[in-house]
């Protein structure tokens, strides 16, 4: 078993465990001094396993709402590390819950480009956490390697001691949005500077006319177009 081979390989192994009749769970570290000893290490570790299955419960049930309204969610634990994607996330990420679990995030799905400047952020976050909600907008990249712009509203999750535990990320893909007003944006620029060539054109137009009556005898003249 796992004792035998702490003891006999000087190995050691770190697992957690349920029992059942005392309705427990213990966090189990077994370690050798030498061939043939181990000593173990057993903590109870039961209201944090209790307070992530109601944070995971809750997450399934809030997601559930979320993805008919197709919000992503996204969430973190303390260094990074993604402990949740709900369905509309794993769409737009192309990739199935159960493979981006452990994943870290930055790494995976954030341009390098920005990379550094939004992990120092979430480190700060996590030193210090934020009471409301915090919104950003950014890329990211999905597995298949296509970008995509997410409007983000991030809070920090209460985790077991004073500093946070970890980040809840809502997101809205913006990215054919962002595309039409680009789109739109320019066709105004278009707009504008066509506008403004016409009332150039026209003042010329105004000027040779004034010029041109103000000789005296035949005027003769060609139509600026």
């Known amino acids: ?91 737009i990420l192309k990739i199935e819950p159960e493979r981006a679990a452990g994943m870290d995030w930055f790494e995976v799905f954030i341009p390098r480009e920005i990379r550094k400047e939004l992990r120092a952020r979430f480190k ?30 991030s809070v920090a999750v209460a985790g077991s001691g004073e500093r946070p535990g970890g980040l809840l990320n809502s997101g809205e893909d913006i990215t054919e949005r962002t595309a039409l007003e680009r789109e739109v944006a320019g066709w105004a620029r278009l707009a504008a500077k066509r506008e403004k060539y016409a009332e150039v054109r026209a003042y010329a137009w105004k000027a040779a006319m004034e010029e041109a009556f103000s000789h005296e005898g035949p005027v003769s003249y060609t139509h600026l177009t």
Request: aromatic content about 10%; overall charge positive; charged content about 30%.
């Open 1 to 91: 078993g796992i004792y035998g081979r702490v003891a006999l390989k000087n190995e050691r192994e770190g697992f957690e465990a349920y029992s059942a009749s005392l309705k427990r769970w213990y966090s189990v570290y077994a370690y050798s001094l030498g061939k043939g000893f181990f000593i173990t290490i057993i903590q109870d570790v039961t209201k944090r396993k209790v307070s992530e299955e109601r944070v995971r419960q809750a997450l399934e049930r809030v997601s559930r709402y979320l993805d008919l309204a197709g919000t992503m969610i996204v969430a973190l634990d303390e260094s990074g590390e993604i402990t949740y994607i709900n369905k509309k996330a794993s769409e």
């Open 124 to 153: 700060d976050a996590m030193k210090s956490g934020f009471e409301s909600s915090v919104e950003t907008t950014c890329e990211i990249i999905n597995s298949k390697g296509e970008r995509r712009i997410v409007k983000w509203g």
